[in-house]
């Protein structure tokens, strides 16, 4: 007589079980984010180690995607960095689904006991529940969805999972490991359990995920009710002091002098930018100060001078010759216009600013009260903010790296002592001074011509050093002594200069070295160094093949 053997689940059954059940709950995640802007606890996982993980991980975290970014060329180091993040929320996200199904596997041990069953398995589910709650709830990000509801939606998601975790054990566990010949034709064995069990939550990922894909709005949508006409095509400063020749024309495959709005460089702690109502928001300057103000949007556009400015910006993140740089136009209004109407107290010296993601950074107010270019930016390229640029507001402070510039500020308060801010907490530099660096974009082999004779290739790219300018660029070819290149007038004060060399031919395999002076007759820093925690120093090369 044979004997239908209840043998208690393998690892891999537990494992096989734990993909099986964890693929569609990361599909009804993103599902429900596409529809109902519901949480999206895989990005949020990432979102919060990013924000509580010690500084130097999350660089050595940073580092490693730049690396593969850069060596298996994935494309745009900002845009590539952020799909890695956003897949390895969803690695992480399945990886503990898996190890947690398979461990509860092992703890129930073949019991067919309802109770325990339902406690392990419930249990489970509930606890992932809560724990995604919390860090979910401790992430800052302003979010349409009623808090309480978010909490649900997340709870019951993993009670879910926790059940059907449950069940596909009972029903599994109850299953003959194999088929026995007198069994009934109809029973099943755990094989065809499993591939029935993995046929339908197949189904549910896929159409999940497809439709999730589908319902993921392709631009950001924008909430406010000033669209101005974008700026013409800006013009090369023209002055005195300025090296620079404005009719020089840049070497073929240099990048554009003015960055495409949709190419500019992005860099933030957010897998996604947070979302923010700009009929709503509002910002409260407060603190130290005799007249609290808080300002719409609308007030400050409308009751305090625009102004425009050609902005090179650049990430201390930038290896030498990365991308993580790029030139528009931002508009907006001094800041010390506002801080006049403050009746600051004497002990108030710094203005703390926070953001709706979290960020913050201190600002001496002597800066802004100097300097009338340090500016509340609402436009980008003449129109307001996009929402990952930081909508609706943000600030430009001269010569400094990106990290010291607040996005999507959300309040302002005047202090009297200064503080570290952000990225400076997480040990990177406490000024974020920008250093001066140049590049060489092209050796424009489609670009040669002759004159008297001689063959030349232009060569060429952008140098930078934010206000400081750039008063002289030199190019050394294959270690020969460095000659100096000619320079097109910058847009700004404050963007990167086009140079071009236009190099004599020669046959053969050649090294094009660039360095920089800045406007206070610097030279730029020759020798190697990371960007952490200073931001990157070094020389930039290109290496060309260069045929008769
Ligand atoms: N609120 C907020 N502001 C921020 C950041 C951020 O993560 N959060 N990143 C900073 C950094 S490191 C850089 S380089 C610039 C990038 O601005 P962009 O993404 O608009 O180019 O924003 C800065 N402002
Ligand atoms: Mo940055």
Excluded at 4 to 19: D, F, K
Excluded at 249 to 277: C, K, M, V, W
Aim: hydrophobic fraction near 45%; aromatic fraction near 8%; charge should be negative.
């Amino acid at each position: 007589m044979d004997r239908i053997e209840h043998r208690r689940l393998s690892v891999w059954a537990g494992l096989l079980v734990g993909a099986l059940i964890t693929a569609p709950l990361l599909a009804l995640f993103a599902l429900g984010a596409a529809l109902l802007r519901f949480p999206l606890i895989p990005t949020d996982l990432v979102d919060w180690m990013a924000r509580t993980l010690p500084g130097n991980v999350i660089t050595a975290g940073i580092d490693f995607m730049k690396s593969l970014i850069v060596g298996f060329q994935l494309g745009r180091t900002d845009v590539v960095a952020k799909l890695i993040e956003q897949a390895f929320g969803y690695a992480m996200l399945f990886g503990l689904g898996v190890i947690t199904t398979a461990a509860v596997y092992r703890l129930l041990n073949g019991s067919l006991d309802r109770q325990r069953i339902n406690l392990y398995t419930l249990g489970s589910g509930a606890l992932l529940g809560v724990i995604a709650v919390l860090i979910h709830l401790s992430l800052p990000f302003p979010s349409t969805v009623d808090p309480l509801l978010r909490a649900i939606w997340i709870i019951a998601l993993f009670l879910g999972w926790g059940a059907a975790m449950g069940w596909i054990y009972y029903d599994l566990t109850r299953l003959p490991v194999v088929k026995s010949e007198t069994a009934s034709a109809q029973q099943l064995d755990r094989r065809e359990f499993l591939v029935r069990i993995g046929g339908a939550t197949a189904t549910l990922t896929v159409l999940g995920g497809g439709l999730s894909l589908l319902m993921t709005p392709r631009e950001e949508s924008v909430d406010s009710d000033t669209i101005s006409a974008p700026p013409p095509t800006p013009e090369p400063i023209v002055s005195i002091d300025n090296p620079g020749d404005p009719t020089l024309e840049a070497a073929p495959g240099t990048r554009p002098e003015y960055t495409p709005l949709d190419q500019h460089y992005r860099i933030d702690i957010s897998t996604f930018p947070p979302n923010i109502d700009g009929t709503t928001w509002t910002l409260p300057i407060t603190g130290l100060v005799g007249n609290a103000l808080n300002l719409t949007l609308k007030e400050i556009r409308d009751n305090y001078p625009a102004r425009d400015l050609i902005i090179t910006m650049s990430c201390i993140s930038n290896e030498i010759g990365g991308d993580l740089i790029s030139t528009t136009r931002w508009t907006g209004t001094p800041l010390k216009g506002i801080l006049e109407q403050l009746a600051i107290q004497p002990e108030g010296r710094f203005l703390k600013i926070t953001a709706a993601d979290g960020f913050d950074e201190y600002l001496d107010l002597a800066i802004p009260m100097n300097d009338e270019s340090v500016i509340l930016c609402y436009d980008w390229d003449g129109q307001p903010l996009k929402q990952k640029h930081g909508f609706p507001l943000r600030i430009h402070i001269p010569n400094l790296y990106g990290m010291k510039q607040p996005k999507w500020i959300t309040a302002m308060e005047v202090v009297d002592e200064w503080r570290e801010g952000y990225w400076v907490r997480r040990g990177w530099s406490r000024d974020a001074v920008v250093r001066t660096t140049s590049v060489v974009d092209t050796v424009a082999t489609n670009g040669v011509y002759e004159r008297d004779g001689q063959t030349f290739v232009p060569v060429g790219g952008i140098a930078y050093a934010a206000v400081r300018g750039i008063v002289r660029v030199e190019v050394s070819v294959n270690n020969e002594p460095w000659q100096e290149a000619q320079l097109r007038a910058p847009l700004s004060d404050r963007s990167w200069v086009i140079w071009r060399y236009d190099w004599p031919f020669s046959a053969g395999r050649h090294t094009f070295r660039v360095r920089a002076v800045d406007g206070t007759n610097d030279p730029q820093i020759e020798s190697r160094e990371g960007v952490r925690p200073d931001g990157a120093t070094g020389i930039h090369e290109r290496a060309a093949n260069l045929e008769a």
